[in-house]
């Protein structure tokens, strides 16, 4: 019966597989044939991916007007330069657009399957129901709205993904030297999926933590202690636990004899960042990091929003305002304190108000600069959605939590400009991370993201504009 069920799981894989690769292709057929030139930040990828293709290697040919390091380009070459010796293809072939583009599709296609694979080991396999529910999990991640369009552009996105998601998955195979390596090649794509390979060291943290918090309840269990009561007491023990799980010698040395590729990676990271004078290569005058707080509570809008069927429903609301009744002065003072960092902390980047290709461009136009209030109004809907998200995380541990949320944290508030881009991965690596959803709300969840897709494949390709001082098509994107 299980080997049966496995086969058909097997079946309703490649289906979906083959199902969105077709779709994606005919996708991508449409976008070659309404973007013969390179758009938006493809002016600076496709240029420097098509010199790397020419061998031009030296850093005199390195535009400054990028900001990443060269993973995407060398890894195209890598790609594409076989298929000139395979086939016979002319250079002019293999180096065009339309060549660069697909590399991203296959991207796709590694994303789609890594996204599966990480489900069947993150979500415990007990249900013949699970199956059905694993597989439309992974098809609704894979055409997730913000990531699936730029699998038909020559941006860093599907690779960057493809990189992190591989090497989470040999971190939960406990394969940590070639989990560090994919996480380097991630940073080759993208300077903060370092990130990413310090979630992975503290995934590994989080269960070592797990397992002797566990037995430390389970002693105290035994002896009978009487509980420590009070708002914060729960807080409090696990802060004296962590202080005396870290003055031990050998907990310390079993953690890094486990972590010390992730370690490895970090000082080289540290290394990279002292001889370039900082993160960003490139252009830095754009990408400054600041302490940008609102950019968390965006994120946790993003989410409710592309994550709505797990996370807003009546039940969830009354849960929530019960709560907020409860535990009314701690609650006033997270607004009071929230209110403080929208007031002090909300940058504008000067590419959010400049360019009005984004939708990004629309939601800060037409929502928050509008009526300044509405910042402030938002307030409680970043706490009900911060609340809600960490609530769907409940059956994962209170380290894991830890972990997950200091690397969100690191990852978005450094960044002055608003872009959803940025939210990707941290939303995948929470999506992956919740119990799976019932299939109703799964098919309700891929369903809002194939009418998303629709519409922006449609506005994008369909609705063009001009700017008054430009020639140029100009379209909408995320």
Same mark, same amino acid.
């Given at each position: 019966m299980g080997a049966g069920m496995a086969?058909?799981?097997?079946?309703?894989?490649?289906?979906?597989?083959?199902?969105?690769?077709?779709?994606?292709?005919l996708l991508f057929s449409a976008f070659s044939r309404a973007l013969r030139e390179p758009y938006m930040d493809e002016i600076f990828h496709l240029p420097q991916a098509q010199r790397y293709c020419e061998g031009r290697f030296s850093l005199s040919q390195w535009d400054p007007m990028i900001t990443t390091l060269p993973g995407l380009y060398l890894l195209s070459v890598g790609v594409v330069k076989p298929a000139s010796w395979i086939f016979g293809w002319s250079e002019h072939v293999v180096c065009s657009i339309g060549m660069l583009r697909f590399v991203n599709l296959l991207f796709s296609v590694g994303n789609f399957y890594l996204l599966y694979l990480l489900f069947r080991k993150v979500q415990p396999r007990q249900k013949a129901a699970s199956s059905i529910q694993r597989i439309l999990s992974t098809l609704t991640l894979a055409v997730f709205p913000t990531l699936y369009f730029f699998n038909f552009l020559y941006y860093t996105e599907a690779g960057s993904m493809f990189f992190t998601l591989f090497a989470y998955l040999m971190c939960l195979y406990g394969n940590h030297k070639?989990?560090?390596?994919?996480?380097?090649c991630g940073f080759m794509f993208r300077q903060t999926n370092i990130i990413w390979a310090v979630f992975c060291a503290g995934n590994i943290i989080a269960q070592k933590l797990t397992e002797a918090w566990k037995t430390e309840l389970q002693k105290k269990k035994e002896e009978r202690l009487p509980p420590v009561k009070g708002p914060f007491s729960e807080f409090r023990k696990i802060l004296q636990f962590l202080l005396a799980y870290s003055m031990s010698f050998k907990n310390l040395s079993v953690l890094f004899l486990l972590t010390w590729p992730y370690i490895l990676l970090v000082f080289m990271f540290c290394v990279f960042v002292v001889v370039?004078?900082?993160?960003?290569?490139?252009?830095?005058?754009?990408?400054?990091? /600041? @302490?940008h707080f609102p950019q968390l509570f965006y994120f946790f809008s993003f989410t409710l929003f592309f994550s709505f069927p797990h996370l807003l429903s009546p039940s969830k609301i009354k849960a929530f305002l019960r709560l907020v009744w409860k535990r009314r002065i701690q609650f006033f003072v997270i607004t009071l304190v929230s209110v403080f960092l929208v007031w002090k902390f909300t940058y504008v980047h000067k590419y959010l108000l400049a360019d009005n290709r984004h939708y990004t461009f629309y939601v800060w136009k037409r929502v928050f600069q509008r009526y300044e209030i509405v910042r402030y109004l938002?307030?409680?809907?970043?706490?009900?959605?911060?609340?809600?998200i960490a609530d769907s995380l409940k059956s994962k541990s209170i380290f894991w939590n830890l972990m997950f949320f200091i /690397? @969100?944290?690191?990852?978005?508030?450094?960044?002055?400009?608003?872009?959803?881009?940025?939210f990707i991965l941290p939303y995948v690596i929470y999506r992956l991370n919740i119990p799976l959803p019932p299939t109703s709300r799964l098919l309700c969840e891929l369903g809002c993201y194939v009418i998303v897709n629709f519409l922006t494949f449609y506005i994008f390709l369909n609705k063009t504009f001009q700017?008054?001082?430009?020639?140029?098509?100009?379209?909408?994107?995320?």
């Amino acid at each position: 019966m299980g080997a049966g069920m496995a086969q058909l799981e097997g079946y309703y894989f490649s289906a979906a597989l083959s199902c969105t690769f077709l779709v994606s292709c005919l996708l991508f057929s449409a976008f070659s044939r309404a973007l013969r030139e390179p758009y938006m930040d493809e002016i600076f990828h496709l240029p420097q991916a098509q010199r790397y293709c020419e061998g031009r290697f030296s850093l005199s040919q390195w535009d400054p007007m990028i900001t990443t390091l060269p993973g995407l380009y060398l890894l195209s070459v890598g790609v594409v330069k076989p298929a000139s010796w395979i086939f016979g293809w002319s250079e002019h072939v293999v180096c065009s657009i339309g060549m660069l583009r697909f590399v991203n599709l296959l991207f796709s296609v590694g994303n789609f399957y890594l996204l599966y694979l990480l489900f069947r080991k993150v979500q415990p396999r007990q249900k013949a129901a699970s199956s059905i529910q694993r597989i439309l999990s992974t098809l609704t991640l894979a055409v997730f709205p913000t990531l699936y369009f730029f699998n038909f552009l020559y941006y860093t996105e599907a690779g960057s993904m493809f990189f992190t998601l591989f090497a989470y998955l040999m971190c939960l195979y406990g394969n940590h030297k070639t989990s560090a390596l994919l996480g380097f090649c991630g940073f080759m794509f993208r300077q903060t999926n370092i990130i990413w390979a310090v979630f992975c060291a503290g995934n590994i943290i989080a269960q070592k933590l797990t397992e002797a918090w566990k037995t430390e309840l389970q002693k105290k269990k035994e002896e009978r202690l009487p509980p420590v009561k009070g708002p914060f007491s729960e807080f409090r023990k696990i802060l004296q636990f962590l202080l005396a799980y870290s003055m031990s010698f050998k907990n310390l040395s079993v953690l890094f004899l486990l972590t010390w590729p992730y370690i490895l990676l970090v000082f080289m990271f540290c290394v990279f960042v002292v001889v370039n004078g900082g993160v960003v290569i490139g252009d830095r005058s754009s990408h400054e990091a /600041c @302490l940008h707080f609102p950019q968390l509570f965006y994120f946790f809008s993003f989410t409710l929003f592309f994550s709505f069927p797990h996370l807003l429903s009546p039940s969830k609301i009354k849960a929530f305002l019960r709560l907020v009744w409860k535990r009314r002065i701690q609650f006033f003072v997270i607004t009071l304190v929230s209110v403080f960092l929208v007031w002090k902390f909300t940058y504008v980047h000067k590419y959010l108000l400049a360019d009005n290709r984004h939708y990004t461009f629309y939601v800060w136009k037409r929502v928050f600069q509008r009526y300044e209030i509405v910042r402030y109004l938002l307030v409680p809907v970043y706490i009900f959605a911060g609340w809600s998200i960490a609530d769907s995380l409940k059956s994962k541990s209170i380290f894991w939590n830890l972990m997950f949320f200091i /690397c @969100l944290f690191t990852v978005t508030v450094p960044q002055k400009l608003l872009e959803f881009r940025y939210f990707i991965l941290p939303y995948v690596i929470y999506r992956l991370n919740i119990p799976l959803p019932p299939t109703s709300r799964l098919l309700c969840e891929l369903g809002c993201y194939v009418i998303v897709n629709f519409l922006t494949f449609y506005i994008f390709l369909n609705k063009t504009f001009q700017w008054p001082n430009s020639q140029d098509i100009q379209r909408f994107m995320w």
